[in-house]
């Protein structure tokens, strides 16, 4: 699926935007993020007990903003990779959402397209 997933300035107030999508019939959470330059995507199920990482609309980060966050038992990953460094799931991973950036807004990127335009 691609298409517009939130503009660029959507990011502004927290540095992550939830977007709720419909795929296939089936609802599925993603979440974007930008962090050094890089916008990147993930979808919103923790691997430690599948719950959507955050409590409050578009706080994905934790309070250092260095690592992505999961406020249900405080897992932390690695906001490049998604892999957990911290917490009950540590050695598991974020599901990459790949996504793209087209002028001022985020799309998400076709299977097999590279991440990042
Ligand atoms: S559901 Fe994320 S750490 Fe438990």
């Known amino acids: 699926m691609s298409g517009i997933l939130c503009a660029l300035a959507d990011l502004s107030a927290t540095g992550a935007k939830e977007v709720v999508l419909s795929e296939d ?3 599925i959470s993603v979440f974007v993020v930008q962090h050094e330059g ?3 995507g993930y979808v919103n199920s923790c691997p430690h007990a599948r719950l959507p990482l955050n409590w409050r609309d578009d706080q994905f980060f934790d309070v250092t903003k260095q690592y992505l966050f999961c406020a249900n038992h405080s897992a932390r990953f690695d906001i490049q990779t998604g892999q957990c460094v911290r ?3 540590k050695g598991q991973a974020l599901k990459p959402y790949p996504v793209s ?3 001022q ?3 998400a990127a076709p299977p ?3 991440p990042q335009a």
Request: aromatic fraction near 0%; glycine fraction near 22%; charge should be positive.
């Open 25 to 27: 019939g089936a609802r």
């Open 112 to 114: 097999g397209d590279p």
């Open 38 to 40: 890089k916008v990147l």
């Open 105 to 107: 807004n985020i799309i």
């Open 87 to 89: 917490g009950p799931c």
């Open 101 to 103: 950036v087209v002028g």
